[in-house]
């Protein structure tokens, strides 16, 4: 296993900020988060020529493209597959996350399934002659949002080169391991976050700290290990409300490393 920082953690600062702090942190690699202002979502050679450059010469890997390709979107735009694959393809990135429609699987007909099935296959095909991997996003209001319909999604997609992104929900009911279990076979990538209750609400939630919230993330980080996992460990976002962003993302990255191996 590996270890990463999502470049979207400090999404309101320039790529190279990002890039330094997971220099500092002793990681592997980054996501590179597919929007302004770190990549554009326009493909541009120049651009992410000059974004590969930033993060080879600190001795990163870039892990992850984080694009905002959405098969089977309803409402919200999505990158188009052209510009998505030529911008990892300029990163050399050997992964791309993806998102499944923009519509939870509770209120999804049949027609919105096959629409999200069928444009996940035709990207994942695309992709496979390129060398690369997709991971669709487990997200609420997407059609993977949860252990099941993740499971048929990637089944009836039926490509080897299809997979998940793994990440706990934003609950604090949520049983991430039993979830984790359901999709093992299929998880290409993972997203660390964690939650606790806000001002002791059990009502309210809000970021923690990766060590401090209701999720454990020994057993989850063991049972990946167990299973032969050798993809990344990213650390996602900041938890909220602290005086040191930068600081808390340190500590995170941190506690990652020292429980990986």
């Given amino acids: 296993m590996k270890t990463a920082l999502c470049s979207i953690a400090f999404r309101e600062r320039l790529l190279e900020y990002s890039l330094d702090l997971a220099c500092e942190a002793g990681l592997d690699g980054v996501e590179i988060w597919g929007r302004e202002p770190h990549i554009s979502e326009e493909y541009d050679a120049n651009r992410v020529a000059a974004a590969r450059r930033m993060v080879v010469d600190r001795g990163l890997e870039v892990a992850v493209f984080g694009s905002y390709l959405r098969p089977g979107a309803v409402e919200n735009e999505s990158m188009s597959l052209r510009d ?4 990892a393809a300029g990163l050399e990135v050997p992964l791309v996350r993806v ?3 923009d519509v939870g699987s509770d209120r999804a007909d049949e027609a919105l399934w096959k629409r999200t099935v069928e444009g996940c296959r035709e990207a994942a095909c695309a992709a496979e002659k390129m060398g690369m991997r997709l991971a669709v996003e487990m997200h609420t209001h997407t059609l993977a949002d949860t252990a099941t319909s993740a499971r048929r999604l990637v089944e009836d ?4 080169n299809f997979g998940l992104n793994y990440q706990p929900l934003p609950s604090l009911n949520d049983d991430a391991l039993k979830r984790l279990e359901r999709v093992l076979p299929w998880v290409f990538h993972l997203h660390a976050q964690n939650y606790a209750a806000l001002n002791g609400d059990p009502e309210k939630i809000e970021r923690a700290g990766l060590a401090d919230g209701v999720i454990d993330y020994v ?6 290990r167990e299973n032969g996992y ?3 460990l990213a650390v996602e976002f900041s938890p909220s409300n602290v005086d040191d962003k930068r600081a808390a993302v340190l500590r ?3 506690y990652l490393q020292n429980i990986k191996d």
Avoid at 219 to 224: A, G, I, K
């Fill in 84 to 87: 998505t694959l030529q911008i």
């Fill in 157 to 160: 997609v039926g490509r080897e």
């Fill in 230 to 232: 050798d993809g990344y």
């Fill in 219 to 224: 057993p989850l980080v063991r049972l990946l």
């Fill in 252 to 254: 995170d990255c941190i």
């Fill in 99 to 101: 998102w499944a429609s």
